[in-house]
């Protein structure tokens, strides 16, 4: 019968052993594997039985076992070293404390003590957290990301503080029917069960977030707290008492509800979010932050919090805004405009205002920072993006190629500028080794380097600490690859058949499944979410071809798939049932199997497995795409489209890159044949015949080789530590140092410089541009309109600034090789000076040398830009005033004058 109460009961641990409890409060034990073998030698069957889950074992394990340990000398000492080496990690100064960073400047960081540059804490926001499985807050890159920035970030002790929601279904376990279509389940989780503690006031009672909704309704939620190594993360949760039963559901699941759902989600980790951070340092001490890092738009109502925080301390709404400006980080993950969040404006106007949240804040300056303020936006829409950008001076997109594409599709936020001096930049993402790496790969790198230096090439990076990985043998490297193939064969087939179960199957039609997979094939994984643009059925466009690779009698290779399909996504839906239903046949179904419920436990066993890890998604929608960076942690070679990572880092020693048709193909359909064509051919003529070509001792040297140079070359650059090293050096530090220098008198300054531009600007025109003789070996520009390499030309400039001065703006002489159609690529901007007095009946005069410093089709044009000591670079604004069509010496000129 079901029970009509759950609660949990915790154990009683004898006193030698309490320090256990303290070790699995702390996740750290999810990436360090000393302290997981400890765990698991307190009962090897019943750490199996609890997932690996610390808190569920010691709630099971029995009083008899526990007595025992209690008088186990050698494993109180095994416990006794595993508690110091936690303390050590917690308190010891790691690369923060010890790196020097110049004051202001964006260099590697220093202590916590907020010395200038130095940021004295980090809040980082995100919707989901993939930090370990037994923690289910995520769905899928963007919350593993986020797990591992938080992990890199406490092992190079960077004072972060996360972020996010408490989920109690979390996002959903995956099953299939017996026609493979995709079942959804939601498990309900117990935080009590979870390696969480409840954040307390000093009289005991629950720390807790309110939010005001319309109607004088409120939203309460708990604070419960995760501890990632040094890095607190604070997870708010709805499912509190003093909610009715509508507040109750905010955090049931991850992604799910209706608008108004996922709105106050947004509110309650952005604004709530914010309160619980401010709780959170009060109670446990901790330094406030100086930089807000917003990762994604969901958690972007955090800005106006903090505006409001200094509203209520009497700084004007404009003032407030600079100031929340100078110290946020925005980083976009999506390359589609159909992944960002939007609302209808009329729902958050309703939430926002005196009867609801931010009273005393005008919502329509709310509504204003949302708004899609550019052709082809709507203007009945929210976008949290946009906000996302409008209360960040600083934002990156999470690779090269998704940088570009970021500054492309927001382009429209900085009218008159290129797209390439829109200020978003790119940080890569990484992941963080110790979570994906195989403990065999990192005993095998232990023994040729040491443990020491192997930890800190995992963690701080850096290619020297790499190279000793070469000297690696073969014999050894391709022993580690079998041996990882063969615990992934194990770990598919026992997954398959408790798939097969569920499935409704009976033991009696099973036995095939004991020749599933072999640890002799060229293995592929593919394993990811399954919206339309990763293709996971790209694969089987050509179903004749594939099963001949699948089965061919000399070369054969099988392949590894799993995936989820959101649960409103019928599409996705049905591409998993394509795919299972193809993997059921008898005659492929030994070489291609299809895993349901994929997540980080899953993932753990299937990055070191596979020789091979296939991405081929439609470029250039993948932002980054961090799979194969796990694989190739582990020596699997990445077969991959050329987008996110793979697009910067793509070398044919690491793997192979499947031709593109996005520029050739007419449709769609065209172009997955295409590019499925082009992976049947990559892995018919390149990929099985290097597996397969072995010497006298059975060796594929070549191939091997393949894998000394993707973990000695590629293996740093993929590292999470690297990545929260340059958010550290680029974006942490210079927002710290903006926001000590944006005190509030300084906000005022900043914010009535913009009110003068914005109200000056359109009397703000470039007048007249002429060019006279120069220096050089020739005299400027030749009678032909040519120029002559090294020539230098003398500019001057007439422009009209209106109600500002010179102090206000810069002029730019902006020069480069120009394309067919007369656009000026990779430009150089110089600025001018003002030439003696100004004549106001004329204008402000500038002058200044132009170099003829390339060869080719060259041009400039002249540009107007603000200029003030507090913004983050000339583009901020949006505003820039360029010539008109008649503005040069001579009708055609300008507003670039090319030189051929």
Not at 70 to 89: E, K, Q
Not at 346 to 372: C, K, M, Q, T
């Amino acid at each position: 019968m079901k029970a009509i109460r759950r609660f949990t009961v915790r154990p009683v641990l004898p006193e030698p052993l309490r320090p256990l409890c303290h070790l699995a409060r702390n996740l750290r034990w999810s990436w360090h594997p000393e302290t997981r073998e400890l765990f698991q030698s307190v009962d090897p069957e019943g750490w199996r039985r609890a997932g690996a889950d610390p808190v569920r074992l010691l709630a099971d394990v029995s009083a008899e076992r526990l007595a025992e340990l209690a008088s186990d000398r050698r494993f109180l000492r095994r416990l006794t070293a595993a508690v110091d080496d936690l303390h050590d990690y917690v308190h010891g100064r790691r690369w923060y404390q010890e790196a020097l960073l110049p004051d202001g400047a964006g260099g590697a960081g220093g202590a916590e003590d907020g010395t200038p540059g130095r940021p004295a804490a980090i809040a980082y926001f995100s919707p989901e957290f993939g930090i370990t499985a037994v923690l289910p807050q995520y769905s899928g890159g963007l919350g593993i990301l986020a797990g591992d920035h938080l992990k890199a970030a406490s092992d190079l002790g960077v004072p972060l503080i996360g972020v996010g929601l408490l989920y109690r279904h979390g996002y959903f376990r995956q099953s299939l029917s017996r026609d493979g279509w995709q079942q959804e389940h939601y498990p309900v989780l117990d935080p009590n069960e979870l390696p969480l503690t409840m954040l307390r006031e000093p009289d005991g009672t629950p720390a807790q977030v309110v939010l005001a909704l319309p109607g004088g309704r409120r939203l309460y939620a708990a604070i419960w707290q995760a501890q990632v190594g040094r890095v607190p993360l604070l997870l708010l949760d709805s499912d509190v008492e003093e909610n009715g039963p509508g507040e109750r559901e905010v955090t049931d699941r991850l992604y799910g509800g209706g608008s108004e759902h996922r709105l106050l989600q947004e509110m309650l980790l952005g604004i709530g979010g914010v309160r619980a951070v401010r709780a959170y340092c009060r109670l446990a001490g901790h330094p406030a932050p100086e930089v807000f890092h917003t990762n994604e738009g969901h958690a972007g109502f955090l800005g106006l919090e903090r505006i409001r925080e200094l509203a209520d301390g009497g700084l004007e709404f404009d003032a407030a805004l600079e100031a929340v400006r100078a110290g946020t980080v925005f980083t976009t993950h999506t390359p589609v405009a159909a992944g960002i969040d939007r609302f209808d404006r009329e729902l958050v106007a309703r939430h926002f205002g005196d009867d609801g949240e931010l009273p005393g804040i005008d919502p329509g300056r709310v509504l204003e920072l949302g708004r899609e303020s550019y052709p082809g936006g709507e203007p009945g829409l929210f976008n949290m993006a946009v906000m996302g950008l409008r209360l960040a001076q600083r934002a990156n997109g999470v690779s090269t190629l998704h940088g570009r594409v970021s500054r492309e599709m927001f382009a429209g936020l900085w009218p008159g500028f290129d797209a390439d001096e829109v200020p978003i930049s790119s940080v890569t993402n990484g992941v963080h080794a110790p979570t994906w790496v195989a403990p065999e790969v990192l005993r095998l790198g232990a023994r040729q380097v040491g443990a020491g230096r192997t930890e800190e090439a995992l963690t701080v990076g850096g290619s020297q600490r790499w190279a000793a990985v070469a000297n690696i043998p073969d014999a050894a490297i391709w022993e580690l690859r079998r041996t990882l193939r063969e615990q992934l064969v194990t770990e598919v087939r026992e997954r398959l058949r408790a798939s097969w179960r569920q499935r409704g199957a009976g033991s009696a039609e099973l036995g095939w499944i004991e020749r599933v997979l072999d640890p002799g094939v060229l293995t592929i994984g593919f394993a990811r979410r399954v919206p339309s643009y990763k293709r996971l059925t790209l694969m089987l466009r050509d179903r004749d071809r594939l099963t001949e690779l699948l089965l061919h009698p000399e070369r054969p290779v099988q392949i590894v798939v799993a995936g989820k399909a959101h649960p409103a996504d019928e599409g996705g839906k049905r591409l998993v049932q394509e795919l299972v239903r193809f993997a059921d046949d008898p005659r492929v179904r030994h070489r291609l199997v299809f895993l349901p419920d994929y997540g980080m436990a899953m993932a753990q066993k299937l990055y070191p497995g596979c020789d091979v890890w296939l991405n081929n998604p439609l470029r250039p929608l993948e932002a980054c795409g961090t799979s194969g960076m796990k694989a190739a942690l582990n020596g699997a070679l990445n077969l991959s489209v050329r987008d996110g990572w793979w697009d910067e880092w793509y070398e044919p020693d690491f793997g192979w890159s499947i031709p593109t048709a996005d520029g050739a193909a007419t449709d769609d359909d065209r172009r997955d044949d295409l590019e499925a064509n082009a992976l049947y051919t990559l892995l018919e003529q390149q990929v099985a015949p290097r597996f397969y070509d072995r010497d006298d001792t059975g060796i594929p040297g070549r191939w091997v080789e393949m894998v000394r140079r993707t973990l000695t070359t590629l293996g740093p650059k993929v590292l999470a530590g690297r990545m929260v090293r340059e958010y550290v050096d680029r974006l942490y530090a210079p927002a710290a140092y903006a926001h000590r220098a944006l005190t509030p008198e300084a906000a005022r300054e900043l914010a009535a410089y913009k009110a003068r531009l914005r109200a000056a600007w359109p009397r703000v025109s470039v007048d007249h541009v002429e060019t006279g003789g120069g220096a050089g070996p020739s005299d400027g520009r030749q009678s032909d309109g040519s120029g002559e390499l090294g020539a230098t030309l003398a500019l001057r400039v007439r422009v009209t600034l209106g109600d500002l001065t010179p102090d206000d703006v810069e002029v730019q002489v902006v020069s480069g090789r120009v394309d067919g159609s007369d656009r000026i690529i990779d430009a150089t901007a110089v600025p001018l000076k003002p030439a003696a007095g100004p004549d106001l009946a004329a204008g402000h005069r500038y002058e200044g040398a132009l170099a003829l410093d390339r060869t080719g089709s060259f041009g400039y044009t002249v540009r107007i830009l603000p200029a003030h000591r507090l913004l983050a670079g000339g583009a901020e604004p949006g505003l820039v005033a360029l010539p008109t069509e008649t503005t040069g010496e001579a009708a055609g000129e300008a507003p670039g004058v090319l030189l051929r």
